[in-house]
Nanobody, 123 residues
Framework: QVQLVESGGGVVQAGGSLRLSCAASGRTFGTYSMGWFRQAPGKERVFVAGISRGGGSTNYADSVKGRFTISRDNAKNTVYLEMNNLKPEDTAVYYC????????????????WGQGTQVTVSS
């Protein structure tokens, strides 16, 4: 098991940027693939970005490609989500998640979740 704590959310105007961080506990962070998901009010939790154990492979939802960048620092047990050119439709609670499997886009494959951080983009 790994415990995850997100930070970095906030309120930003459209076109602005935020960087989310997710700090993981434990010594086995490098054995987990990591993902970022988001959930808007009244909607399902959806995949945003994923990164492999070593950081060499990433994938993104079409809606964020070219605007968001996922990265990780295994020495710091942290995964990041750099979000640029934010849009009002990016407003959601953002969650990081860890899986012992290869990177997946489906929430049910992730056994470990953080508590979420709110991102609000005003128009």
């Amino acid at each position: 098991q790994v415990q995850l704590v997100e930070s970095g959310g906030g309120v930003v105007q459209a076109g602005g940027s935020l960087r989310l961080s997710c700090a993981a506990s434990g010594r086995t962070f490098g054995t987990y693939s990591m993902g970022w998901f988001r959930q808007a009010p009244g909607k399902e939790r959806v995949f945003v970005a994923g990164i492999s154990r070593g950081g060499g492979s990433t994938n993104y939802a079409d809606s964020v490609k070219g605007r968001f960048t996922i990265s990780r620092d295994n020495a710091k047990n942290t995964v990041y989500l750099e979000m640029n050119n934010l849009k009002p439709e990016d407003t959601a609670v953002y969650y990081c998640a860890a899986t012992a499997l290869v990177t997946a886009t489906t929430p049910r494959f992730y056994a470990n979740w953080g508590q979420g951080t709110q991102v609000t983009v005003s128009s």
